[in-house]
Every structure is written in C-alpha cells, then in structure tokens.
C-alpha cells in the first residue's frame, strides 16, 4: 500500500497503525509508486486550495486517479477524504479528484448552537452512526466498519465537511452543533473517512484491521 506524501498528512500515525494491524505501507510522494500500489491511503490535514495545487505539481493527483482506474482500493483521510471530492469551497472553488461527486462545505463559526457559540475547526471526539435509512439493518458487516458499535467515538479535527451528490454512498453520519454531516462514505473500492481512525484508539484500529481484509480482495 503506498501512503501518500503530498506535505499535509499526519503520516507517520497512520503508517503506525498500517504497521500495527498487518497492512504494508510504504510512505511515498513518487506518482509511479502510488500509480502502481496494491492501494492507496490518501492522508491530509490543511487546506484543500493547497492541497490539491501540491498533487497536481507532483503529478500525484494523476497517479491516484491511475490507481483508481486499475481498480486499487482508495482510502481517503480527514482532508483526503475532501479530496476525493469533485468540488470544495474552502477559501474560494477548487476542483478535487471528482472520485464522488459532491461538495466540501463548511461549517459555520460563531453560529448559535446548543452549548452557545459554534467553535470551529471541530476537535474532539463525535459519535458516528448509520444513517436513518439503514439502522434496521448492520450496513457495515463486511465493510471497513465492521464490527464497531453503532454511535462507536471516532476523534475528528476538521473545518469543513462533505456533501455527496448521491446519499447512498454514506455508510455514517456524525453531528456538530446541530449540523449532521457525512463521516465517512464508500463507493465501490473507494472509502473515506472524517475523522482520524489512527488517532482513535483500538476501535480506530479495528478499521484498519477490516481495511487489511477490504484491500486483499
């Protein structure tokens, strides 16, 4: 698996937890490695303008879409989730890897909520849980969300959040402030997450547990 290295990710945390529960993860910013990997892990914190201005200078951005093409499982994190977005709105409009159609919107500070002032950026832990439409029924048996608890504590640090186009692909929902948001989404070989999985402690790394097992199919 190659770890993206685009100079906005917490790398070394997740190539720990890839380490951790038996994935083999090389960090890499070379397009060709990336291009040609079993899988990609796609990090990030910061702003999306940067981001995807950095990807496209190292010609990452291609190499993930290459991989993808390929059919290689594509794991989006906080910002890189973002990124695998069509559009984001962060600091004006940026195009993203348009791997789900939808948008990256922001959360609104200041605004009232329940307990008075909106802070953003959102840090802190936030449970996540299935949509409405699928609480009857465990969506995410056999999925990188196997075997956690519906409302299970993921830890978060974002300003912004995604909107996809088509709601299907949401596979959990969190709140801040009285805003529901998508956490994290699947689309065939692509998943993405909100919040850090590395950084929330052993259910955190019971997905990268079920992420070995989604990658090795």
């Given at each position: 698996?190659?770890?993206?290295?685009?100079?906005?990710?917490?790398?070394?945390?997740?190539?720990?937890?890839?380490?951790?529960?038996?994935?083999?993860?090389a960090v890499t910013s070379d397009p060709e490695e990336v291009?040609?990997?079993?899988?990609?892990?796609?990090?990030?914190?910061?702003?999306?303008?940067?981001?995807?201005?950095?990807?496209?200078?190292?010609?990452?951005?291609?190499?993930?879409?290459?991989?993808?093409?390929?059919?290689?499982?594509?794991?989006?994190?906080?910002?890189?989730m973002q990124l695998l977005m069509s559009t984001s709105h962060e600091f004006g409009k940026h195009d993203g890897l348009g791997l789900i159609e939808g948008d990256v919107v922001p959360f609104q500070p200041g605004r009232e909520?329940?307990?008075?002032?909106?802070?953003?950026?959102?840090?802190?832990?936030?449970?996540?849980?299935?949509?409405?439409?699928?609480?009857?029924?465990?969506?995410?048996?056999g999925g990188p969300l196997a075997g956690l608890r519906n409302g299970e504590y993921m830890y978060f640090v974002h300003s912004f959040y995604v909107k996809p186009s088509d709601v299907s692909v949401v596979t959990s929902i969190s709140s801040y402030g009285g805003t529901e948001f998508c956490s994290s989404l699947r689309k065939g070989r692509v998943v993405g997450f909100q919040f850090h999985p590395e950084r929330s402690g052993p259910e955190g790394l019971r997905i990268y547990e079920?992420?070995?097992?989604?990658i090795s199919k």
């Open positions: 698996m190659a770890i993206v290295d685009f100079g906005l990710g917490n790398l070394f945390s997740v190539k720990q937890a890839c380490q951790k529960t038996g994935i083999a993860a291009a040609t990997a079993t899988a990609v892990i796609l990090p990030g914190v910061g702003a999306f303008g940067d981001a995807m201005q950095t990807l496209k200078m190292r010609s990452l951005d291609q190499a993930v879409l290459e991989a993808h093409r390929l059919g290689k499982p594509i794991v989006g994190i906080c910002l890189g909520s329940s307990n008075g002032r909106l802070k953003v950026p959102h840090i802190g832990w936030e449970p996540i849980c299935r949509p409405v439409e699928h609480t009857s029924s465990d969506t995410w048996a079920n992420l070995a097992r989604f």
